[in-house]
């Protein structure tokens, strides 16, 4: 996972069925939200790596 440095804030609406659970683990394992959401985030790029390479092998750009 990369640093804890500088991070930018981002919101987003869940489920109030999937919040109640994500609180729930957050309670009991004493790991916060938001480690947990960085966590999931940091996984989902990794599953999806090769959409965010161009065909000559280089990241894209913005």
């Keep these: 996972m990369p ?3 500088r991070q930018e804030q981002v919101s987003l609406y869940l489920p109030p069925e999937v919040a109640e659970r994500l609180r729930q683990l957050s309670a009991k394992t004493r790991i ?8 999931a ?5 990794k599953k999806h790596a090769s ?3 161009e065909p ?3 990241g ?3």
């Design 3 to 5: 640093s804890k440095g």
């Design 32 to 39: 916060s939200q938001a480690a947990y959401f960085r966590e």
């Design 41 to 45: 985030v940091e996984d989902l790029l």
């Design 51 to 53: 959409a965010l390479k």
């Design 56 to 58: 000559g092998g280089k």
């Design 60 to 62: 894209k750009r913005e």
